[in-house]
């Protein structure tokens, strides 16, 4: 009956549809302005009126294009999980910058240089430190010698960033 045609729509409703469409649209997009340069401004320059949905609708089948917004989809994954693990460094590097600070060490960040933690002459760059940990230039060892010799290998992060 009507009732077996709607319910399937219904399950098609929701998150996880307009999810899977935004994904494509961004997989997508960048073949709009290849399809615009090369296939609709000539014809609007010679005083046509092209039916631009169905053009591209029919451009973005064309093979290359169809793999090249495919491999995104593939990889978009992949891709998300480094955009958190970015994320995360970035927001401890914060952390430890603020913990420095809010023990008594003074922040220098001049322009275009990396940001600084400085009390006496001991000097710590923040960002470097945690992206060379995340990269495997430093090693946690390491880490924890250097910090000890500071005295900050106690600093809780939590607590001061949420001072």
Do not use: K
């Not at 409703?13 to 997508?28: E, F, Q, S």
């Not at 495919?70 to 970015?86: S, Y």
């Amino acid at each position: 009956g009507p009732g077996d045609r709607r319910r399937p729509a219904r399950r098609r409703g929701g998150r996880d549809v307009y999810v899977d469409t935004l994904r494509r649209v961004g997989a997508y997009a960048p073949a709009f302005d290849a399809y615009w340069a090369s296939e609709v401004a000539p014809l609007l320059s010679a005083g046509r009126r092209p039916p631009i949905g169905a053009g591209f609708s029919a451009f973005i089948r064309a093979d290359t294009i169809s793999r090249a917004a495919n491999e995104h989809l593939r990889r978009e994954p992949e891709l998300e999980v480094e955009h958190a693990r970015e994320l995360a460094a970035a927001l401890i590097s914060d952390g430890l910058l603020v913990a420095l600070h809010a023990h008594g060490w003074s922040v220098e960040a001049p322009p275009a240089e990396p940001v600084l933690c400085c009390r006496g002459d001991d000097r710590v760059p923040p960002h470097a430190v945690v992206d060379d940990l995340r990269e495997g230039r430093l090693s946690a060892g390491a880490w924890r010698e250097r910090a000890q010799r500071l005295g900050i290998a106690g600093l809780r992060l939590s607590v001061a960033v949420a001072r």
